[in-house]
């Protein structure tokens, strides 16, 4: 949160309380409501007020075929509660280089559906505005009777969430584009915008490994490359919420030698610019000039190492490498607890992770335990869940506010 102010309003520790009982029971349900008062220090009474509230939302159930009586038991025995992950839903959007990704999302961040729609090359308005028209269509035809609360919407690059603005997006061609309020006028929804890397470091704190809370480092490597850093349970933005662009950090390596410096200029001017040196844009041209697949392709390319093609495992071996001597850099400047990192091969075959962190334990001045470093879990579904997470992030952190236009 960006202002801050000594007293709050009633509102304001209602909302506080009200997703103190939200988050307990997320980490920890289904759970009787005592628990939930000594997990989140409230009263009884204050919990069983909250409780309410945040059932009549539609966040949470109670689940009374899970209530166990205590021999013994006087009285109305504890229904237990559980996150509600019937009624309602988070819509969301990735706008990624080669397709969009349009999903819809439960509230424990599970992908209930999901719809790629190919760019077929198109960037700046030409990406967005088809899409802008025919999202209330797609979102209606995904939500599977649940109400859509709100919109998230992501993509890499430089995104400011508080003032609703894409600030800079390369390869997409986006400049201080008004993302949020140009989703809000097709949709009518909510919208939160934020970069992808920041949105997957906030799903892996209310979802993911437990040592996310404590600080976590993200990397994405796919078109673009993008980090994000989160310390005790909150993401990181800067000033101007341009943090985690790690595009240009100087590695060595390329894709076809991992020893060699690249002579690959990067659009600022500079050699061995990390989001040269190991892009998926990079990755796929070097593919396709080797002539293991016939164009640059990320299908192409995954078929060609699940056959066992020698020069698509060495050109992934490769990247691999230098992905593991930018992470041991990052390890090493921040010390973080977890390191996630969000990349094609490593998500499907860990073999390829494995070359990750054998590099990065090679190269991390810390001598880390390359235990540390895992490879994002959402495997096909990281982007779906990229783009819901803004909304999740805003329920989980102030649902009463999050859900006022909704009654
Ligand atoms: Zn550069």
Same mark, same amino acid.
């Given at each position: 949160?960006?202002?801050?102010?000594?007293?709050?309003?009633?509102?304001?520790?209602?909302?506080?309380?009200?997703?103190?009982?939200?988050?307990a029971?997320?980490?920890?349900g289904?759970?009787?409501?005592?628990?939930?008062?000594?997990?989140?220090?409230?009263?009884?009474?204050?919990?069983?007020?909250?409780?309410?509230?945040?059932?009549?939302?539609?966040?949470?159930?109670?689940?009374?075929?899970?209530?166990?009586?205590?021999?013994?038991?006087?009285?109305?025995?504890?229904?237990?509660?559980?996150?509600?992950?019937?009624?309602?839903?988070?819509?969301?959007?990735?706008?990624?280089?080669?397709?969009?990704?349009?999903?819809?999302?439960?509230? #424990? @961040?599970? *992908? =209930? %559906?999901?719809?790629?729609?190919?760019? &077929?090359? /198109?960037?700046?308005?030409?990406? !967005?505005?088809?899409?802008?028209?025919?999202?209330?269509r797609?979102?209606?035809?995904?939500?599977?009777?649940?109400?859509?609360?709100?919109?998230?919407?992501v993509?890499?690059?430089?995104?400011?969430p508080? #003032? @609703?603005? *894409? =600030? %800079?997006?390369?390869?997409?061609?986006? &400049?201080? /584009?008004?993302?949020?309020?140009? !989703?809000?006028?097709?949709?009518?929804?909510?919208?939160?915008?934020?970069?992808?890397?920041?949105a997957?470091?906030?799903?892996?704190?209310?979802?993911?490994?437990?040592?996310a809370?404590?600080?976590?480092?993200?990397?994405? *490597?796919?078109?673009?490359?993008?980090?994000?850093l989160?310390?005790?349970?909150?993401?990181?933005?800067?000033?101007?919420?341009?943090?985690?662009?790690?595009?240009?950090?100087?590695?060595?390596?390329?894709?076809?030698?991992?020893?060699?410096?690249?002579?690959?200029?990067?659009?600022?001017?500079?050699?061995?610019c990390?989001? *040269?040196?190991?892009?998926?844009?990079?990755?796929?041209?070097?593919?396709?000039?080797a002539?293991?697949?016939?164009?640059?392709?990320?299908?192409?390319?995954?078929?060609?190492?699940?056959?066992?093609?020698?020069?698509?495992?060495?050109?992934?071996?490769?990247?691999?490498?230098?992905?593991?001597?930018?992470?041991?850099?990052?390890?090493?400047?921040?010390?973080?607890?977890?390191?996630?990192?969000?990349?094609?091969?490593?998500?499907?075959?860990?073999?390829?992770?494995?070359?990750?962190?054998?590099?990065?334990?090679?190269?991390?001045?810390?001598?880390?335990?390359?235990?540390?470093?895992?490879a994002?879990?959402?495997?096909?579904?990281?982007?779906?869940?990229?783009?819901?997470?803004?909304?999740?992030?805003?329920?989980?952190?102030?649902?009463?506010?999050?859900?006022?236009?909704?009654?």
């Amino acid at each position: 949160m960006s202002t801050s102010t000594p007293l709050r309003t009633g509102d304001d520790r209602r909302d506080a309380n009200a997703a103190a009982v939200l988050r307990a029971v997320l980490d920890h349900g289904p759970v009787a409501r005592s628990r939930v008062a000594s997990l989140t220090g409230l009263s009884a009474s204050a919990v069983s007020r909250q409780t309410v509230d945040l059932v009549r939302l539609g966040l949470l159930s109670e689940r009374p075929e899970l209530a166990g009586v205590p021999a013994g038991t006087v009285g109305r025995p504890q229904l237990p509660l559980a996150v509600d992950t019937e009624q309602l839903a988070v819509a969301g959007v990735h706008f990624g280089v080669p397709y969009t990704t349009v999903a819809l999302l439960d509230l #424990r @961040g599970r *992908v =209930l %559906r999901r719809k790629e729609i190919a760019n &077929r090359g /198109l960037t700046g308005p030409d990406v !967005l505005k088809p899409l802008a028209a025919r999202l209330p269509r797609l979102i209606d035809a995904l939500r599977a009777g649940r109400t859509v609360v709100g919109l998230g919407a992501v993509c890499g690059g430089s995104v400011d969430p508080e #003032r @609703g603005l *894409v =600030l %800079r997006h390369g390869p997409l061609d986006w &400049r201080d /584009l008004p993302l949020r309020g140009l !989703l809000q006028d097709a949709t009518g929804l909510p919208v939160r915008v934020d970069n992808h890397a920041r949105a997957l470091t906030q799903a892996e704190i209310l979802f993911g490994h437990p040592a996310a809370r404590r600080s976590m480092v993200q990397l994405f *490597v796919g078109h673009v490359v993008d980090a994000a850093l989160a310390v005790a349970g909150t993401v990181h933005q800067g000033p101007p919420s341009a943090t985690g662009d790690l595009g240009h950090l100087p590695v060595t390596g390329t894709v076809t030698d991992p020893d060699a410096r690249s002579d690959a200029r990067c659009h600022c001017g500079r050699l061995g610019c990390l989001s *040269v040196a190991a892009s998926d844009t990079t990755l796929f041209e070097a593919a396709a000039a080797a002539g293991v697949t016939p164009e640059p392709d990320r299908a192409a390319l995954i078929a060609a190492v699940k056959r066992g093609d020698p020069v698509a495992d060495r050109l992934v071996r490769n990247r691999a490498r230098i992905i593991g001597r930018a992470l041991a850099l990052l390890a090493d400047v921040v010390n973080p607890d977890l390191l996630v990192l969000t990349e094609t091969f490593a998500l499907f075959d860990p073999r390829y992770l494995n070359v990750v962190r054998a590099e990065f334990a090679l190269r991390s001045h810390l001598r880390r335990d390359a235990e540390l470093l895992i490879a994002q879990r959402r495997g096909a579904d990281v982007l779906a869940v990229a783009a819901g997470t803004p909304v999740l992030g805003e329920l989980y952190a102030r649902p009463v506010h999050a859900l006022a236009h909704c009654h």
